[in-house]
């Protein structure tokens, strides 16, 4: 599908505002009816040489523990040599549909089962309906699993 170049200047403007390729498929469907796919998006996004903006997560601050102080360990060395208080499992056979599947045990004890696909997606499935792990629970938790998969070679 060829765009006119007004088309393409009001993507490129999208884009340089900050919106998603989400936010660009809607767009081109409701001002222009152009209908796309995901990925005919993120193509029509290259083509233009544009590289959509995604937000920074702000960087929580890492508390000092005294036992890191104690044993001269940095953190994520202390911490996995006290336990930590977030423990990540992968599973042997992983579930369907997922490359890659596991469970958590976040501090407060609360269960959950992640997985994360082939196209990127993670799911977050705890035990306890209605469970949202803290903020600092679920940074830990990506710095262990992100460590796990580094260690398994992916």
Do not use: C, H
Not at 138 to 145: I, N, P, T
């Amino acid at each position: 599908m060829q765009l006119t170049d007004d088309q393409k200047w009001q993507v490129t403007t999208w884009i340089t505002n900050g919106a998603k390729l989400s936010e660009v498929q809607q767009r081109l469907d409701a001002e222009f009816g152009i209908r796309l796919t995901y990925m005919e998006a993120r193509f029509l996004v290259d083509d233009l040489k544009l590289v959509p903006q995604e937000k920074a997560q702000p960087e929580l601050p890492k508390p000092a523990t005294p036992e890191a102080a104690q044993t001269g360990l940095a953190d994520d060395d202390a911490a996995a040599a006290l336990g930590g208080s977030v423990r990540v499992e992968t599973d042997e056979i992983m579930r369907p549909g997922a490359l890659v599947s596991g469970k958590v045990t976040f501090s407060d004890g609360v269960k959950a089962t992640w997985s994360l696909d082939q196209m990127g997606r993670f799911s977050l499935v705890p035990a306890q309906e209605g469970y949202r792990p803290s903020p600092t629970d679920f940074a830990e938790f990506r710095k262990v699993l992100e460590r796990e998969l580094t260690r398994q070679g992916l």
